[in-house]
């Protein structure tokens, strides 16, 4: 852009400050003022020069004199303060205040040349330094000298920056050859008209700008990173928050409960206390009045009297001998018989596995667990030895079943009937599971174990069970005392919820057709699908043992041959013959649901033979199921499970802790243990305290 400039004769140039002619008024600078500012800097580049006050001065008149039909006046300092407030603007992203004035082309234009701007001033910084950049004269002389424009630029420029006055006459028409000190200060002013190419200051210049772009972007992110981070803090703050307040909520509850049953304690103990009284004064009045009162009252009267106050009558003299017995007096304790209101918590266990779980529940109960020791004798007899004093009070027996089920329910047993004796009020049994629970049905010309080992827990002095999952409901009724069957199932559906990744895409299957109601009642309540395998081998379900299909008997009559029956009668009862019975035969296995691409999840109470899962893992795969879980309450893994689990397309095998497992948990890593002390605990506590046991059961079908 060529521009013609009018310069005065000392030394060319004119210093607005210095003017003789009237000082015009000064106006605010609009988006037009600024291009024109921001152009003439560019062309002036008044951050190289030595002496940038001229160069300020010399913008300043030349705004001056373009805008003098608009009475435009601006002095040096003025060009300067605008300008450095405009890159204020823009270094710092201020484009609102850059956006002020003017429309988006005047702007679009103001950031262009503001960004030409801030590139001088970045060769300023770069260059401007030069005694601190360069120590050494000679250093700093090949620098300029590599910074220096070619001849044939210098020679197209020289003529551009030095314009004759108006009405001089040029001595020579070949310019003289200005001294070095000259040369430089020309190549300096001419250098931002001419736009010199200088390949090493343009790159750092770019890699400046394209750096501190990179860190505003990094600062930004990390200005985010740490929003995200406060909203998360805040979100936990707030869910602690609610936790406090619903724990706040429970502690209330449970202070206005007890405050309840205190005010019926006292309520009771108030009405025996006016019952004794107005047995008392009955007594007194049936005295005073003499013969108004029959022997057989005042007698009723004494017997009453005798069980309020906790008195023991000795009745063993035979009835015609009547003889004063002596009353048994401990100072102020009177009911010998009868301790405070507790409980205690034993473990009916001889090894350490066994006892963990009895440990869990007493630690969420916040008791200790009971002193005995239960140890087998050289001639393996179980031998049983309590510790502690247990009467009248409640008597919890934790019992876990191991590999040797026989010796497990003997000390039980043992236990059971040693607490008796010692003067327990009630013995409950918390056996998780159920011992001999398969054995439940009458098969051939065997027994049903179980209804027999309900009948010695009765007689040991058990007179309560809690246990979970029993293999058949029925076998509640065995027993002659409460049964608590507690359910496991709400602690596996949490473990699907959150430890299967998308379980939304899983699909619960039943082994077999007997294990359908259990998986329905699962899919139910996750809200997935069922698929049953039927056609499974059922060994020890089957119709084969019951003795239906034995042959009948043969009789061998040894008396008259007349007392023979004709062949053609030879049935039960003469002339009844019975139906051929067909043989039963197993259908090939097919899977009745869609299985293909889901996750397949077996559900089942108890898994001890793992052949059967097996089995049906294998098919499932062949279906199209991509992963395989099992679920069980109790996981007794016996024989070689854990081997054949870890070589199986069996993903994960899922149990709780109701049987000790841990050394196959060491055999194979697949098998997980779901904890389910906290649900035994709830059950203690409710039973002791005599409160409802249906929160334990809720939403819990009758088939789960």
Not at 456 to 474: F, N, P, S
Not at 591 to 611: F, K, L, T, W
């Amino acid at each position: 852009m060529e521009r013609v400039v009018e310069l005065s004769s000392n030394g060319g140039f004119s210093i607005a400050g210095l003017s003789n002619t009237p000082r015009k008024r000064q106006v605010r600078f609009s988006a037009r003022h600024d291009i024109l500012l921001l152009r003439e800097v560019i062309a002036q580049n008044p951050f190289s020069s030595k002496e940038p006050g001229r160069i300020w001065a010399r913008v300043g008149e030349i705004i001056t004199a373009a805008l003098q039909d608009e009475s435009f006046e601006v002095d040096a300092r003025r060009c300067r303060e605008r300008t450095m407030l405009l890159l204020d603007y823009y270094k710092k992203q201020d484009f609102a205040s850059l956006r002020r004035f003017g429309t988006e082309r005047l702007y679009a234009q103001k950031e262009d040349l503001l960004h030409e701007v801030l590139e001088l001033e970045a060769e300023k910084g770069l260059l401007g330094s030069g005694e601190n950049k360069y120590q050494d004269e000679e250093l700093r002389k090949r620098a300029l000298e590599d910074l220096v424009l070619p001849e044939q630029d210098k020679i197209s420029v020289m003529p551009t920056q030095t314009v004759p006055p108006a009405g001089e006459e040029t001595q020579s028409s070949v310019p003289p050859t200005p001294d070095p000190e000259e040369q430089e200060e020309l190549v300096e002013m001419a250098a931002p008209t001419a736009k010199r190419a200088c390949q090493c200051c343009c790159q750092t210049y770019s890699e400046i700008l394209s750096f501190l772009e990179k860190r505003s972007e990094a600062e930004q992110r990390l200005r985010e990173e740490e929003m995200a981070l406060r909203r998360e803090e805040l979100e936990i703050q707030r869910s602690k928050i609610a936790l406090e307040r619903e724990r706040l909520g429970a502690e209330r509850k449970e202070r206005e409960r007890r405050f309840e049953l205190e005010s019926q304690e006292r309520q009771v103990i108030l009405d025996l206390l006016k019952e004794k009284w107005c047995l008392k004064t009955s007594k007194t009045y049936g005295q005073n009045i003499g013969g108004w009162v029959s022997s057989e009252d005042a007698k009723m009267f004494q017997v009453k009297q005798a069980h309020l106050e906790g008195d023991v009558l000795c009745s063993c003299e035979p009835r015609g001998k009547e003889k004063h017995t002596p009353r048994l007096s401990y100072g102020s304790h009177s009911r010998m018989n009868i301790a405070k209101s507790g409980y205690r918590v034993f473990s009916a266990n001889s090894t350490t596995a066994c006892t963990e779980l009895a440990k869990k529940i007493t630690e969420r109960l916040g008791v200790e667990l009971g002193k005995s020791v239960v140890y087998q004798e050289s001639n393996r007899e179980t031998r049983v030895d309590v510790k502690e004093s247990v009467r009248g009070q409640d008597i919890f027996i934790i019992q876990t079943i191991p590999r040797d089920v026989n010796t497990a329910i003997m000390e039980l047993l043992v236990m059971a009937y040693a607490l008796k004796t010692s003067c327990a009020k009630n013995i409950i049994g918390v056996i998780p599971y159920f011992p001999y629970s398969k054995q439940c049905k009458m098969r051939k010309r065997g027994s049903i174990v179980c209804k027999l080992l309900a009948s010695m827990l009765a007689k040991a002095g058990l007179t309560h069970i809690i246990t979970m999952d029993l293999h058949q409901k029925e076998i509640q009724g065995f027993f002659s005392f409460p049964v608590d069957n507690l359910r496991a199932s709400p602690f596996l559906l949490q473990y699907i919820q959150e430890e299967i990744p998308d379980y939304r895409n899983a699909i619960i299957v039943a082994k077999s057709p007997s294990a359908a109601k259990r998986a329905q009642s699962y899919a139910e309540r996750l809200r997935l699908g069922l698929a049953v395998m039927h056609g499974e081998a059922q060994c020890s379900e089957s119709d084969m043992a019951d003795g239906r299909h034995s042959p009948p008997c043969v009789r061998n009559t040894s008396g008259h041959p007349g007392l023979e029956l004709p062949w053609k009668h030879q049935a039960p009862f003469p002339g009844i013959e019975l139906p051929i019975m067909m043989a039963k035969e197993k259908p090939p296995i097919t899977v009745v649901g869609d299985v293909g691409g889901r996750i397949a999840i077996i559900v089942d109470d108890i898994i001890d033979d793992v052949e059967d899962f097996v089995a049906a893992a294998e098919i499932l795969k062949e279906r199209g199921a991509y992963k395989i879980y099992i679920m069980a309450t109790h996981g007794l893994l016996s024989a070689d499970a854990p081997r054949l689990i870890e070589e199986s397309a069996i993903d994960e095998v899922v149990v709780t802790n109701t049987v000790p497992h841990e050394v196959q948990k060491l055999q194979c890593p697949k098998i997980k243990t779901v904890d389910v002390s906290m649900i035994l605990a709830e059950a203690i506590r409710r039973i002791h305290n005599g409160e409802s046991m249906a929160y334990l059961f809720r939403n819990i079908t009758v088939d789960d």
